[in-house]
């Protein structure tokens, strides 16, 4: 059953911008942490960003400066703002919700159905 539904994907060049949401049910939401992930085909998941239940955002070195990650409570979404994209962040972009408060991967954490990025 989908849970989570991004949105935002598309095409950009290098240097532009994008911003990718994800729709969260506030009612079935049973996690401590909210994150984003990408993968390129036939590649490994990578940690983009994450954000805690005490607000805490993590970054991976690669996005860190460029990428920003946040939550609004009241409309239920999460948000990752990307600025200066450049080639190598292509991938599907997955917003998942994840049970461990410190932002590890289990395999009970929910995952939406992923947006394409495209970096040219």
């Known amino acids: 059953d989908v849970q989570l539904v991004e949105s935002g994907g598309g095409s950009v060049q290098a240097g532009g911008s994008l911003e990718l949401s994800c729709a969260v049910s506030?009612?079935?939401?049973?996690?401590?942490?909210l994150g984003w992930f990408r993968q390129i085909p036939l590649g490994f998941r990578e940690k983009v960003a994450t954000v805690d239940d005490d607000g805490r955002a993590k970054y991976a070195d690669s996005v860190k400066g460029r990428f920003t990650i946040s939550e609004d409570n009241a409309e239920g979404t999460l948000t990752l703002q990307m600025a200066r994209l450049k080639p190598e962040d292509s991938a599907r972009y997955y917003c998942?919700?994840?049970?461990?408060?410190?932002?590890?991967?289990?395999?009970?954490?929910?995952w939406g159905q992923g947006t394409q990025v495209t970096v040219s």
């Open positions: 506030r009612s079935t939401r049973n996690s401590g942490c």
């Open positions: 998942v919700d994840m049970i461990r408060y410190d932002c590890t991967s289990s395999p009970s954490d929910r």
